[in-house]
């Protein structure tokens, strides 16, 4: 009897576990074949071999051609670029997962032949790959430069720089105004260069260039700039087929040596400048962040302590010049387009600063909340960098239920993020205002996904606060000076406000 129990106990527990055993493995199973399956949709158009790399390189901007395809394939899809898979993402709430949850395996950066030539071997930190070299330098630019701390000591500078350009461009109206009209043309693109230009060098060279907006370049490496900045944003055929490198088909890979050559020649001489001035005791060698580098640096496995050097500061002058003096310009000609919006942003200064007081400061600035909210709006609608920087995949992960895999190069599409419309009613629109009703807790600083100008995240902007400091100065001083209108499609003409 107890045996027949016992019996019929077993059978009953294989009768009830097996079943269920079979139900949990079948479950698993068929979860596990879904999700393997499961591959974000690849964009339609793609042509053979190069697949979609065309629609990177024109006639749209590359961030509307990838914002078309949203609206066509959703939040995220991949698109092909020769034997290279790139995952775009137009959507905040993934943009977030990536960021967050997965930032770490999203941390590092493609090695393209551009990002290699044109910055050392990798060795400036936008491009260097996730590990300890990017990890050290980044913790070393922001302690001995970009913290709060060491921005506050540097607040001078930008304050005697941005009175010198503000200056300068006094004198230009003074000299050219006639009997007639006290309007002048001025092409405020190169006014808003030269001030950033000015304002980086001075920090970590201790250098300033002569002004260029009367039309005439003064400086002869602003073309290898201009150029670096061609030639950095292309993928070159290297990039989709890395076999066909040797062929250099277009020649790209030359042109990227002969300007990186050129850039080199310039640092180059600077860096023996500031060995000459700390050998004759000329200089305190820590004036600067080139001759804090010069007593700090020594050399690590990946690159000797003159390339990295060389490769930081080069990086600092041109991801912050051009990224910051685009987005001055943006909002000017936004201004300009909102005549609204421009009167009220210069009664905010006329109540905060008053007509007497000629220069405004940082600490004008910080209560000048119109501003902020137009400076936001901006790099909303125009952020300097419209597809972010690409990352890479460092190994395998999951993102809103899709499988990627290890490798796959991953863009953020900025622009088509920050005009969600169930985030941003009539997103296409200049309205400073949302940012102080709606959206009046949005920051950029990484915190909002809807808006993420600098990025997020472990590899976000290191030039966030910088940037912030440099933009809401120079516009209140520019906008405070001088009345604008606009003339011919590039260029504004200018006519003072205050009298000296
Ligand atoms: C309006 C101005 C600026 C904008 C909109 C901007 C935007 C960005 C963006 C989108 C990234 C990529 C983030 C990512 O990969 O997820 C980035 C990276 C970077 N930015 Fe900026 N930036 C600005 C100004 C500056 C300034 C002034 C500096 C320095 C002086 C700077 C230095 C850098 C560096 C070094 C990186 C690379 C960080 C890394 O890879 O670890 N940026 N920036």
């Not at 991949?78 to 034997?83: D, P």
């Not at 003074?174 to 060098?201: A, C, G, H, Q, Y």
């Not at 088509?416 to 400073?432: A, L, S």
């Not at 260029?491 to 003072?496: A, D, E, L, Y």
Request: net charge neutral; proline share 3%.
């Amino acid at each position: 009897m107890d045996y027949f129990n016992s019996l019929t106990a077993t059978s009953v527990v294989v009768i009830i576990a097996f079943p269920l055993l079979f139900l949990f493995s079948f479950l698993w199973l068929s979860r596990r074949n879904t999700n393997s399956k499961k591959t974000v949709p690849e964009a339609g158009g793609a042509w053979p071999i190069i697949g979609h790399l065309r629609l990177l390189g024109g006639p749209q901007p590359p961030q509307i051609s990838l914002a078309n395809l949203a609206d066509k394939y959703g939040r995220m899809f991949t698109i092909k670029l020769g034997v290279r898979r790139a995952l775009v993402v137009s959507n905040w709430e993934i943009a977030k997962e990536c960021l967050t949850i997965h930032d770490k395996a999203l941390a590092t950066r493609p090695k393209a032949v551009a990002m290699e030539l044109l910055s050392y071997n990798h060795a400036m930190i936008a491009t260097a790959p996730y590990g300890t070299y990017w990890r050290q330098m980044r913790k070393f630019i922001i302690i001995e430069l970009l913290s709060n701390h060491r921005l506050n000591l540097l607040k001078h500078v930008r304050e005697s720089e941005v009175n010198t350009s503000l200056q300068q461009l006094y004198q230009l109206w003074n000299k050219k105004k006639s009997s007639n009209s006290d309007k002048v043309l001025v092409e405020m693109k190169r006014w808003f260069r030269d001030v950033t230009l000015n304002v980086i060098l001075m920090m970590v060279v201790g250098k300033r260039i002569p002004n260029s907006y009367e039309g005439v370049e003064t400086v002869e490496w602003k073309k290898s700039v201009d150029e670096f900045f061609e030639l950095g944003a292309k993928f070159v055929t290297a990039d989709a087929f890395p076999f066909l490198r040797w062929l250099d088909i277009g020649g790209e890979e030359k042109r990227m040596k002969k300007v990186s050559k050129e850039l080199d020649q310039l640092v180059e001489g600077w860096l023996r400048e500031h060995k000459e001035k700390i050998a004759e005791n000329e200089a305190n060698s820590e004036e600067d962040f080139m001759g804090v580098m010069l007593t700090k640096l020594r050399d690590v496995e990946e690159h000797d302590a003159n390339t990295i050097n060389k490769a930081t500061n080069l990086s600092l002058v041109l991801g912050g010049e051009d990224t910051t003096s685009i987005t001055m310009t943006w909002a000017l000609a936004l201004l300009l387009n909102n005549r609204d919006a421009l009167n009220k942003v210069q009664q905010e200064l006329d109540s905060h600063v008053g007509k007497d007081k000629l220069l405004v400061t940082e600490s004008d600035a910080k209560n000048l909340v119109y501003l902020q909210a137009i400076i936001k709006e901006t790099l909303r609608l125009y952020p300097a960098a419209p597809l972010s920087v690409t990352h890479e995949a460092i190994e395998d992960y999951t993102v809103n239920g899709y499988n990627i895999s290890a490798g796959t190069w991953l863009i953020f599409n900025l622009h088509k993020i920050h005009r969600d419309p169930h985030i941003w009613t009539n997103p296409n629109e200049f309205r400073p205002e949302r940012f102080m009703a709606t959206h009046k807790d949005f920051d950029v600083r990484g915190q909002n996904f809807e808006l993420i100008p600098f990025g997020s995240g472990r590899r976000m902007c290191l030039g966030v606060s910088f940037a912030l400091q440099v933009l809401q100065l120079t516009l209140a001083n520019v906008l405070h000076w001088f009345e604008f209108e606009t003339r011919h499609q590039t260029k504004q003409s200018i006519c003072v406000k205050h009298q000296d």
